[in-house]
């Protein structure tokens, strides 16, 4: 059974930096594919990042330059680090493989 925890949510600034974390367990991490996703209050999911097993990264347009995905195979860990946040950038973040997601943490970004 696939198992995603999610951390490193909280309350921060606008302009401020947070590093969100995704333990992973039941899974080949090393080979699998991870993605964070995040859900806006009264707002649908919507894509974050990708990292593929070799490394290479994908963003959405609002995320590139201001949030960096990595993963440490060796913890089965996958991080997302966010830099430059604003008040869009309020929601619950997600950790995702395939159709699982984890159970969330809260990002909220005051003005």
């Known amino acids: 059974e696939v198992h995603l925890v999610e951390s490193g949510g909280g309350l921060v600034q606008f302009g401020g930096s947070l590093r969100l974390s995704c333990v992973a367990s039941?899974?080949?991490?090393?080979?699998?594919?991870m993605r964070w996703l995040r859900q806006a209050p009264g707002k649908g999911l919507e894509w974050v990042s990708t990292?593929?097993?070799?490394?290479?990264?994908h963003y959405a347009d609002s995320m590139k330059g201001r949030f960096t995905i990595s993963r440490d195979n060796t913890k089965n860990t996958v991080h997302l680090q966010m830099n430059s946040l604003k008040p869009e950038d309020t929601a619950i973040y997600y950790c995702?493989?395939?159709?699982?997601r984890g159970q969330g943490t809260q990002v909220t970004v005051s003005s």
């Open positions: 995702a493989f395939g159709l699982t």
């Open positions: 039941g899974i080949t991490f090393s080979t699998s594919g």
């Open positions: 990292i593929y097993p070799d490394g290479r990264t």
